[in-house]
């Protein structure tokens, strides 16, 4: 299948090139030039299939052109390592609990299939040139990215992220891992870290030098298989009877809720989305407004979601044909502020017992508010609360039991290179490795 770039000015690219390059030449993210619908019989039984089984056939869908089904299952497999359950909170609100991989985020499933999908590639390709991953983060995703590629062979991994703005815990599982993943400490918020990456992306000089590619959700192998646990959060409920679902994605940099989307066009029956935004609140307002207008992005306690220009917006503007009354009739938005996040984490805890983390509160808290009579609603718990102790033992008053798989990053060694926000300062040290 070839892929075409949103800004519509780059030519067609294979899906090897679009996983290798990240972003198009003209800046624009690749799509896929179609999207296959999965076949009627797929979705009748569905609540039989396991997660893999799953995931296999939806992964045939968008990749079965170009890479064969034995090493593409094995990736898929291989990726899918752990379980993704969705689990009852109230009467019509689940909890899909995207944290038992490891490192304990919803962004394992997309930065292990990267990384096997990328390794995958680099081995056929023969070539004895070090693939460079640029990724930038505000929390999840540099811990994700680096444990995905650890040790992989023929790639090296540079981690971009906010000086003072992730969690001590977050920081831990990026900066003491050592080998090929290096982290680069910037003096600035998320976007300024995303916007080196991109900047890295489109210097002829810097590309000339080195091979780069980044695992953000800007990549294709990073954002699309982030599909799989919408497919198998709908046969969880299925299997337990459960119809007219609407799912709720906290959101950040919308990699997350787009791959959702992808999965309606192939025909996943979710009824309708919520998009749960924190203060970052650009894309409830464009649902308000009709007018896209990103901002600087302000810190928050969710702040995976401190995100005040979601590269992602493009590929749903994109999937939607730019239509914004398109966009609205799927998706509703809201935002809340970190009083309210706070709120909602000490109220659902002391009427269900379940104890959410900053990021899935956004998600409960909507569904609490717009779930309709006969509905069934369903958030997604991006990571495990204990990454965010100091700020969920705080609001809720406990002391949040940090799994062991965590609290092994946590006695590593602190090694970080600090930088600046600019990008010559940044190419710079890039020239120099």
Known sequence: MQYYSTNGQAPMASLEKAVVKGLAEDRGLYMPERIKQLPQEFFDNIQNMTFQEIACQVADAFFGE???????????????AFDVPAVKVTDSIYSLELFHGPTLAFKDVGARFMARLLGYFNKKSGEDRLVNVLVATSGDTGSAVANGFLG??????????PKGKVSPIQECQFTTLG???????????FDDCQALVKSAFMDDELNAHMKLTSANSINVARFLPQSFYYFYAYAQLKKAGLEDIVVCVPSGNFGNICSAL????????????IAANNAND?????LQTGKYEPKASVQTIANAMDVGDPSNFARIYDLYKKDHAAICKDISGCTYSDEQIAETMRECLKDTGYQLDPHGACGYRALKEGLQPGETGIFLETAHPAKFKGVVDSICGGDVAIPEKLAAFMKGEKKSIEIGKDFEGFKAFLMKQ
């Open 262 to 273: 992808f999965g309606v066009k192939m025909g996943l029956p979710i009824k309708r989305f």
């Open 152 to 161: 992989v062979p023929g790639i090296h991994v540079y981690v971009l992220y």
């Open 66 to 80: 170009d890479i064969p089904q034995e090493d593409l299952h094995k990736i898929v497999c291989d990726t899918l």
């Open 179 to 189: 080998q090929n993943i290096t982290a680069l400490e910037v003096d600035g918020v």
């Open 282 to 286: 650009i894309f409830y307002n464009y």
